[in-house]
């Protein structure tokens, strides 16, 4: 008989663009997902809309409702520059920029506790030009960012979870771990992504689950290719799955396993349900 797993499985709401967000929810539910990893954006929770207070009552009645547990995302595209993907960043030259991601994230926090979610997840984000090639620079303006961050959630009892990101400033695991070296924070952990590990040649996988096993509070999971930064429907890529997944279940993680699929919005239903079926069959030989 197949044992209960520790962790549960989830899908990120970025994968659902074209859907209210209070309609992924409810589908996602539907289909027998546990876990939802909310991206805030213009259409699903954005915290600077004047009518945001009023669907996050909704969205946190409709998440006790459908008994799903959640993260909170900060990976929006455009969110805050409608010209510049993803920017600004903790990173910018500009101060007013760097503002701008902090008191968003700040914002995100608010929002996971007021959902109860697990971790609130970010990343560093990219260079804008100026600081390029000063490394020091760099890692100062992302350490006030975070050191900043980490005491509000630790005076909100939250957690934050940094993804290292190809093409980032922290894109691998090994300058994460020169990041959390700086960085000692009860309330700092870690997103990992298992296509990125594979895309940028962090193998095997399982090596760093075990390693940092202590701090993974967020995992994000889709198909890849050695060097190709596209997140691919599972069967697509190169990823050999099994022993990932018996690796969360060995080590104990807990959190959610969210599929994501942002590219895939336009059949966001299909795929879905094909993701999960994909990662029930996978785990239906564990014993």
């Known amino acids: 008989m197949t044992t209960a797993l520790p962790f549960r499985i989830g899908y990120n709401t970025n994968g659902f663009a074209h859907h209210r967000l209070e309609d992924a929810i409810e589908i996602l539910a539907d289909l027998g997902y ?9 259409h699903a929770l954005n915290p600077y809309e004047p009518g945001f207070a009023g669907q996050l009552r909704t969205i946190q009645q409709l998440l006790g409702k459908r008994r799903l547990r959640c993260v909170v995302e900060t990976g929006a595209r455009f969110l805050l520059d409608p010209r510049q ?5 903790l990173l910018s030259s500009d101060e007013t920029g760097r503002r701008r991601r902090l008191d968003f994230l700040l914002r995100a926090l608010d929002v996971a506790v007021a959902l109860e979610a697990d971790c609130v997840s970010f990343w560093s984000g990219r260079t804008d030009g100026d600081a390029a090639g000063s490394e020091g620079r760099l890692f100062d303006r992302l350490l006030a960012g975070c050191e900043t961050l ?3 959630a630790e005076r909100l009892g939250m957690r934050l979870a940094f993804e290292p990101e190809p093409g980032m400033f922290i894109d691998s695991m090994a300058r994460f771990a020169e990041l959390h070296h700086r960085l000692s924070h009860p309330c700092f ?24 096993q202590q701090l993974i509070w967020n995992i994000h999971i889709e198909d890849m290719r050695r ?10 890529g190169e990823i050999d799955f099994a022993p990932v997944l018996a690796t969360l279940q060995d080590i104990g ?8 699929l942002s590219r895939h919005s336009h059949d966001a239903i299909v795929t879905a349900r094909r993701s999960l079926a994909f990662l029930r069959s996978h785990l239906s030989g564990r014993h």
Do not use: N
């Open 34 to 42: 546990e876990s939802v990893a909310i991206t805030l954006d213009f």
């Open 85 to 89: 993907k993803h920017q600004p960043t």
């Open 150 to 152: 980490c005491r509000s």
């Open 189 to 212: 952990g870690l997103t990992i992504d298992i296509g990125h590990l594979h895309c940028q040649g962090e193998t095997p996988i399982e090596a760093h689950l075990e390693r940092w």
């Open 227 to 236: 060097g190709e930064h596209e997140h691919l429907m599972f069967g697509e």
């Open 253 to 260: 993680y807990s959190g959610g396993v969210h599929v994501e």
